[in-house]
């Protein structure tokens, strides 16, 4: 099987979902016997592609062009076509992220071709690959398989792998420029300045460490409390849906169907009960710590750790305890 792993990045910055994809393909190829190639797309990207050659793969295609600096799916999907029409893969691996979103279905489509999207995993059997998705809000899961001819697309959720899997390579991947034929008349849309909708927002899915409160926080003047224990932590504080809905906390904090899918390396609930709508974007985080007073929380069915109590006196212990060490 030939594998085509689509990278991302944006202004000379990668999507870390571009490394837990590369880490499932990296598994698919060991699995299959296959060889994978990894796309890094954009414009000025020579050192990403030089630091994606590091990692364990047979090349790095570098598409570079002066119309690709700046994302427009119009210049991605022509670049990408020809890019697949050069490799011939017989799998498109791409991490799920907003941009994929956007030009993947069109690329897939453009070819005639199917895609799985937002897997959030794979299994390899009798030979055949079966793409794992979350269905009905993450309330149940579905395999799925691919009919027609290759190439097929998959994109993966973020969490789906651990970005700390990638196997370094024994020696540098060679680099390949990908010639890419594309014109100014072909791109429709001119993008403008990258902007984040709220003045102070974050990137979740970035976040090492979220601290998630939750309606058990019962007033906006309690947030100040977990936003200190999320700094003393070194992370960033996220919301359930409630707290976003009262404005307690703007909404590009929250988590869950209809917020962010974030995958950090600790999730610590405090007083969130586990909806499913909640726990379907915080599942895949690799420690989860509930807090809740309520022992039958459904929180605590996905939590790693669960701390049966009153957070308002479980928090300022825990920032005591924190304070007390950063003060050694
Ligand atoms: C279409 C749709 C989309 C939705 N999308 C989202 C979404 O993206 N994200 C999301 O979060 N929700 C979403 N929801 C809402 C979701 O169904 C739940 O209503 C919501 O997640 C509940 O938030 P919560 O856990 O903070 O509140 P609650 O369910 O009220 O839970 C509060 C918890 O705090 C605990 N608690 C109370 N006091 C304390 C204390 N002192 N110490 C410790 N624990 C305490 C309680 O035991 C309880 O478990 C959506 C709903 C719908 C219908």
């Given amino acids: 099987m030939k594998i085509l792993l689509i990278t991302e990045q944006r202004e000379g910055q990668w999507n870390k979902t571009s490394f837990e994809t590369l880490a499932a393909a990296q598994q698919i190829a060991a699995e299959t016997n296959g060889s994978l190639a990894g796309v890094v797309i954009g414009k000025r ?17 570098l598409v570079e062009h002066d119309l690709l600096s700046a994302y427009t799916p119009d210049g991605f999907t022509i670049a990408l076509q020809q890019t697949i029409a050069q490799a011939k893969p017989d799998l498109v691996l791409l991490p799920h992220t ?19 999207g937002d897997c959030i995993g794979y299994r390899h059997e009798n030979g055949k690959l079966i793409f794992v998705r979350q269905m009905f809000q993450g ?9 027609g001819s290759a190439p097929w697309f998959a994109t993966f959720q973020a969490g789906a792998s651990r970005a700390d899997a990638v196997i370094q390579g024994a020696s540098k991947a060679p680099i390949t420029p990908v010639a890419v034929d594309l014109k100014p008349e072909q791109i429709r849309t001119k993008p403008l300045e990258l902007f984040r909708e709220a003045k102070q927002a974050v990137d979740l899915t970035q976040a090492p460490i979220l601290v998630s409160v939750g309606r058990g926080i019962k007033a906006p003047e309690n947030i100040p409390m977990a936003e200190k224990l999320a ?56 420690t989860i710590v509930a807090i809740n007073k309520d022992q039958n929380a459904p929180i605590f069915e996905v939590a790693d750790y669960g701390i049966v109590g009153d957070l308002f006196e479980i928090v300022p212990a825990l920032i005591e305890e924190l304070e007390k060490t950063k003060g050694t």
């Fill in 139 to 147: 309330k149940t899961v579905a395999d799925v398989v691919f009919e």
């Fill in 98 to 116: 907003y941009q994929v979103r956007d030009f993947a279905p069109k690329l897939a489509a453009s070819l005639g071709k199917g895609m799985i």
């Fill in 231 to 286: 700094k003393l932590l070194g992370g960033e504080i996220s919301a359930s849906r409630p707290i976003c809905d009262e404005g307690w906390l703007p909404m590009d904090r929250q988590i869950g169907s209809s917020g962010q899918t974030v995958a950090p390396k600790l999730y610590l609930a405090l007083g969130i009960s586990g909806a499913i709508q909640h726990v379907v974007g915080m599942k895949g985080s690799r």
């Fill in 45 to 61: 990207i020579a050192a990403l592609a030089s630091e994606l050659a590091a990692t364990k793969l047979d090349e790095v295609l």
